[in-house]
């Protein structure tokens, strides 16, 4: 078995959720005089790929520690989306199961194709990437629970609808903006659709129910979009964890690694070496191809 990485570089560029406390790095020694190079990190946990726990939300829910390998360990279903969202829609149940096979008891990654906007990439938007990505509504979070889905990974932001959460609140351009989208798109005001009733579902409703989430997914996905994989999610042993920066990998086997490193070698990369979302938009047309009944 071969490691591709769905972990996006975590440098103190790599923005924290919006209000949270980013990276921040600082030495505190150095080889001159001391013989060893030493660092003090600060952050929250919500900065750079990461594992919301179900403490997060949850007060009675398990820490990070509690989590197990065969919870955070098992067959994945990675999904597209990208052909079928824009900034600020919804994405259904249906929409990914028309493009991959979705089992019960999977981890299921979803790519909204706004890994594109990390700060990694060449066409990074910080303020796209967190404030305008697709999310799911209630419908979404009732099929995950009937699927009893281990956990879910975004390439984006948030697992929720950035309207669906404070974030309509602190930036009321951006949800004017949405307003007008839905209303054009869906027949209705967003807070029409997104009530207070369901105000940050994926969290609120799916982590009593053990079902928690990573954001910021991204590193080399595109390689692997619509298909089924092994996935890996290693967040430290966090004892009190509500929530962790993690390392998340699929794992392929020998021969399938071989020829995705053949298409990776004609991929344009990023400087920190992962491919280059918007600068190979034929690997979406690959993923096309692996839909259900192509």
Known sequence: MKIIDLTIPLGIGTPP?????????QYFKRLAPNGANGQVV?????????????????????????????YLFHDA???????CTEDYDVYTSAMVEERVEV??????IISTGYHQYGWDQPTADEVRYMIKHPGPDREFAEWAKKKKLRWIGVDCGSADHPMNTK???????????????????????LKEVFTDDKYQLM???????????????????????????????????FVDGESS?????????????????????????????????????WLNEEAKKRRPGK
């Open 167 to 189: 974030i309509r609140d602190w930036m009321p351009k951006e949800a004017e903006e949405a307003d007008k989208h839905f209303r054009k798109k869906y027949g209705k005001a």
């Open 17 to 25: 959720w919006p209000t949270y406390i980013p990276l921040q790095v």
């Open 203 to 237: 969290h609120l409703e799916m982590f009593n129910h053990s079902i928690i989430h990573a954001e910021c997914v991204g590193g080399d996905i595109d390689l692997l979009l619509n298909r089924r994989v092994k996935v890996g999610c290693f967040p430290w042993r």
């Open 103 to 108: 089992k019960e008891g999977d981890i299921l």
């Open 42 to 70: 600060t952050h929250s946990n919500h900065v750079g790929t990461h594992l919301d726990g179900e403490i997060h939300f949850y007060t009675p829910g398990k820490d990070i520690a509690e989590l197990d390998f065969d």
């Open 245 to 281: 920066i993690a390392r998340i990998v699929a794992f392929v086997e020998d021969d399938e690694y071989e020829e995705l490193m053949v298409v990776k070698a004609k991929c344009k990369l990023t400087k920190h070496g992962d491919v280059a979302t918007a600068l190979n938009p």
């Open 77 to 83: 279903a990675i999904v597209d989306l990208s052909d």
